[in-house]
C-alpha cells in the first residue's frame, strides 16, 4: 500500500460504516413524518445542537463535516477540486447575474469552495477576471458580455455549464488517480445525455446541443444531439449502443426515474474503490458517497414535508454506495 494514503484509507474505512446503507433509507423512509424522520436522522448523529430542528441547517452541517474529515487527513485538497467545480462555477454564473442585472441579493452563493461569494462578486464587478483560474478566465468574460449585451440568460448558462464540463473533464485526463478519470468521464456523459432530453422535451435546436454539450470518450455529443431532434424514442436507441444503454431504460420509466439514474450511474462508478485499498480513490469515493447520501435525504425530506406519497418520493430515491 502507499505509504501516503495508508492512514487516510483506513480512516475512510473506519468511517464508512456510518454510512447509510438502502436499508437505512428505507428506514428513513418509513417514517411517517417530516417531524420523525428529523428526529431519526438526529439519532444517527446528523447535525449538532445548533441545527436541532432546522432541516437546512442539518444539512449544510452534514456538508462541512465531510471537508473537515478530509482536512485531518492531510491529503492535498488539490485532490478534491474537480468535485467542487459544480460549485464554483455556480458562484461565478450567480455573481456574473447579480451585476449585469444590478438585482442585489436574489442569488445564492456557495461558501466552501476556493472562491466564495464576496470574493467571486468583486472580481466579476471589476472584470478582473485573470484572478480566476485558468480553466474559467475565458468562459467568464464571454459570459458577462453575452449577458450584459444581450440579456439572454439562458445563453449565460450554457456558456458557464459547458465550460464547467470541459474543466471537469480536463481535470480527469489529466489525474494520476483512475477514480477521478472515471468520475469525469461518466460525469460529462450523463450531463449531456441530460442536456439531450431537456432539449429534446423543449425543441431546442441542434447549434443551442452542441454548444451545451462537452465533448468526452464514451459519448458522441454531435450524434446524441441528432437524436435528440429525432424524439426520445431516438435517443433512448442510441443509449442502447453505448455503456449508459440503463439509462434508456430509465427514460422510457419515468422522468423521476431518469434523473434516478443519472445519480446513480454516478455511484456505480465510484463503487469499485470498496475494494481497493491503494489508492487516493476509496478517500475520494467517500467523499462522492456522503453528497449522494445527503442529497438523498434532501430528497427525502422535502418529499415528507410536502406530504407526498411514498411511492412517490421512493422513485426519487438514489442508490446508495454501501
Same mark, same amino acid.
Given at each position: ?20 446503507? +438502502?436499508?437505512? *433509507? ?32 442539518? $444539512? ?8 473537515? *474529515? ?8 488539490? +485532490? ?10 455556480? +458562484?461565478?454564473?450567480?455573481? %456574473? ?7 442585489? +441579493? ?25 484572478? $480566476? ?45 483512475? *477514480? ?59 443509449? $442502447? ?25 454516478? *455511484? ?30 434532501? %430528497? ?23
Amino acid at each position: 500500500m502507499s505509504e501516503q494514503y495508508t492512514y487516510a484509507v483506513a480512516r475512510i474505512r473506519a468511517l464508512e460504516v456510518s454510512l447509510f446503507s +438502502n436499508s437505512t *433509507i428505507d428506514q428513513l423512509l418509513a417514517c411517517q413524518s417530516y417531524e420523525q424522520c428529523m428526529q431519526f436522522l438526529e439519532e444517527h448523529g446528523w447535525g449538532d445542537s445548533e441545527t436541532s430542528g432546522n432541516a437546512e441547517a442539518m $444539512l449544510t452541517r452534514e456538508e462541512e463535516k465531510i471537508w473537515e *474529515i478530509v482536512r485531518e487527513l492531510s491529503i492535498d485538497m488539490e +485532490n478534491f477540486s474537480v468535485l467542487s467545480y459544480s460549485k464554483l462555477y455556480h +458562484n461565478l454564473k450567480a455573481a %456574473i447575474k447579480e451585476v449585469c442585472t444590478e438585482e442585489k +441579493n436574489r442569488h445564492i452563493f456557495y461558501e466552501d469552495v476556493s472562491i466564495p461569494g464576496k470574493e467571486m462578486l468583486e472580481i466579476v464587478s471589476e472584470r478582473d477576471f485573470g484572478r $480566476l483560474p485558468a480553466h474559467m478566465q475565458g468562459a467568464a468574460a464571454e459570459a458577462f458580455e453575452t449577458l450584459l449585451h444581450t440579456r439572454d440568460g439562458q445563453l449565460c448558462d450554457v456558456i458557464i455549464d459547458r465550460a464547467a464540463l470541459e474543466a471537469v473533464y480536463q481535470a480527469g485526463k489529466a489525474s494520476d488517480a483512475a *477514480i477521478i478519470r472515471d468520475y469525469a468521464e461518466s460525469m460529462v456523459a450523463v450531463a449531456d445525455i441530460k442536456i439531450a432530453v431537456r432539449s429534446q422535451k423543449t425543441a431546442k435546436s441542434l447549434e443551442f446541443m452542441k454548444r451545451a454539450m462537452a465533448e468526452c470518450s464514451s459519448i458522441n455529443a454531435g450524434q446524441l444531439a441528432r437524436a435528440a431532434l429525432n424524439g426520445m424514442d431516438a435517443i433512448r436507441e442510441y443509449l $442502447l449502443g453505448t455503456a449508459y444503454a440503463e439509462g434508456a431504460a430509465a427514460l422510457e420509466e419515468s422522468p423521476s426515474a431518469f434523473e434516478r439514474w443519472c445519480d446513480n450511474r454516478i *455511484i456505480q462508478t465510484i463503487s469499485p474503490q470498496k475494494y481497493n485499498a491503494f489508492t487516493i480513490g476509496p478517500v475520494i469515493a467517500y467523499v462522492i458517497a456522503r453528497q449522494n447520501e445527503i442529497k438523498t435525504v434532501r %430528497i427525502i425530506l422535502s418529499g415528507k414535508l410536502n406530504e407526498l406519497p411514498d411511492d412517490s418520493i421512493r422513485e426519487r430515491v438514489r442508490e446508495m454506495y454501501v
